[in-house]
């Protein structure tokens, strides 16, 4: 709604003008996310209690885990409701509503928060910690993830390498020798009618140093210009000039759907493919089909091709995280905490990732609508933070699986949408420990019938040793910091 209004009074008032800025949008809706969950929380907490929506405590689970957590019982559960309503109403108003990563990062976050939902309705009439069985659960998280990859294989959030950088250009005297043949030929020609596309000042450049026999380094950026402005015109594929024959797949494959149904980044990368195609000598070929690909954090433009495959890989990250973040939500403020800094951390990749000059300066895959999802990581940040005043120990109100899933969905699909899928397990790193600490324990009970934990998830076992709740918090928040910030400093090493 903010952004409409931008757009309609900008015009008039110029100061409107930067609610169009994500950065603007995103600190409104942080703040806006925190807000409605203070003032929701207090009625929702009334209504659950009316409604003796209470959380159950297991007694014949672990006999002194009970005597810790027995205060517990009867504690509001469902409050990840809140989080929920509150990102949604926040977007509703600073949400770019044309920005499809921001509908599908929603979608995601509301398919897992209702099957969470789901589960703690049941568990609630049965008046027992039992609810959806395991498959049923699975079905749910499964499902979500097979649709969201589906989507994505057919419906990329990226293309490959567009603009032309100077990295790119690998023989610029095969370029310089190109561009001056085609100045002189007047035929029709590829070259010739790159060069014609040409800006004025970039043609100068060209003519003046021919003299000079090479492109000064100086010089090289208007040439670049040049290309670049070749790249954004929509009127440069001539059928003649390029037959089919010459073409690579995914250029005829772009093709083939219609120009004039391309979105911009789709014919500026059309346009790509025909630079190379002309000068595949100077211009050095891009890689192809970056959206079933993952990148290799440290390594330099290093990808894993999983093509098909990658549906079932989104399936496998979608499950995981919103299983770990489930697993983790056992401590008052405990998976609330943990999951606003992994939401802070790509929040920031979202920013970066959705930047041209940083994404080529940090060797990162370019993911131009990922603005959007700044403001959606600070919608959710917020409405974390406001739900976090009231599951802060001692907690008046659980999240339950409406909001462990749920947030566990958001991460998850942050990580897909900014292309970098396996800084996840750095990024929540906090979760997956929690995660491989059952895994370890299930494995090692029925391997050798012995526990390697006093109990899992691993914040049990230091309850169990005598650690306070909030101490336990606490110490892995900072752990959750810890891995966070390493996660950033991971997007300059290449």
């Not at 959806?132 to 294989?153: H, N, V």
Request: aromatic fraction near 10%; charge should be neutral.
């Amino acid at each position: 709604m903010a952004y409409l209004l931008a757009e309609l009074l900008e015009p008039y008032f110029s100061l409107f003008n930067v609610l169009t800025y994500h950065t603007v949008r995103a600190g409104g809706a942080a703040f806006t996310g925190f807000i409605l969950c203070i003032l929701m929380g207090p009625y929702l907490i009334k209504k659950l209690q009316a409604l003796k929506v209470g959380q159950y405590i297991r007694e014949e689970h672990v006999e002194d885990l009970h005597a810790l957590h027995k205060s517990k019982s009867g504690t509001p559960t469902m409050g990840g409701v809140m989080i929920i309503f509150s990102t949604l109403v926040t977007l509703l108003f600073w949400g770019r509503y044309s920005n499809r990563m921001l509908w599908i990062a929603l979608v995601v976050m509301g398919a897992m928060g209702a099957v969470g939902f789901l589960d703690d309705f049941i568990k609630l009439k049965r008046k027992h910690n039992e609810g959806l069985s395991a498959r049923a659960k699975f079905t749910g998280q499964i499902l979500t993830g097979l649709l969201l990859g589906i989507y994505l294989i057919n419906n990329p959030i990226t293309v490959s390498a567009s603009f032309v950088y100077p990295k790119d250009v690998i023989n610029w005297s095969a370029l310089e020798d190109s561009l001056l043949a085609a100045d002189e030929t007047e035929g029709q020609a590829a070259a010739s009618k790159i060069w014609r596309l040409f800006p004025e000042e970039a043609k100068a450049v060209v003519r003046i140093e021919r003299e000079q026999g090479r492109i000064a380094e100086e010089d090289q950026r208007a040439v670049l210009l040049g290309l670049n402005t070749v790249l954004r015109d929509e009127t440069l594929y001539e059928a003649v000039l390029w037959p089919e024959a010459a073409m690579k797949s995914e250029l005829t494959d772009l093709l083939q759907k219609g120009l004039s149904t391309l979105q911009e980044r789709e014919v500026v990368r059309v346009n790509r493919l025909l630079l190379e195609t002309t000068f595949p000598n100077a211009i050095a070929s891009s890689i192809p089909n970056l959206h079933t690909k993952l990148e290799i954090p440290g390594l330099k433009e290093v990808f894993v091709p999983l093509s098909i495959f990658y549906i079932l890989f989104v399936v496998l990250v979608i499950v995981s995280i919103t299983n770990a973040v489930n697993l983790t939500d056992g401590l008052d403020g405990l998976a609330a905490g943990v999951s606003i800094i992994s939401i802070l951390a790509y929040a920031g990749i979202a920013y970066t990732v959705s930047r041209a000059d940083w994404s080529q300066y940090l060797f990162l895959v370019y993911v131009p609508e990922a603005s959007e999802l700044f403001v959606f990581g600070a919608a959710v940040l917020g409405a974390g933070l406001g739900f976090l005043w009231f599951n802060g120990h001692p907690a008046e109100v659980f999240m339950g699986d409406t909001g462990s899933l749920a947030l566990g969905g958001a991460i998850g699909t942050m990580a897909l949408l900014t292309k970098q899928e396996l800084l996840l397990p750095i990024v929540a790193g906090m979760f997956v420990i929690e995660a491989l600490s059952v895994v370890v324990q299930v494995a090692s009970y029925k391997l050798t019938g012995k526990r390697v934990f006093r109990m899992a998830p691993l914040h049990h076992h230091f309850e169990l040793a005598g650690w306070a709740e909030t101490k336990v918090t606490m110490r892995f928040w900072i752990v959750a910091l810890l891995f966070a910030l390493l996660s950033l400093g991971a997007l300059k090493l290449r």
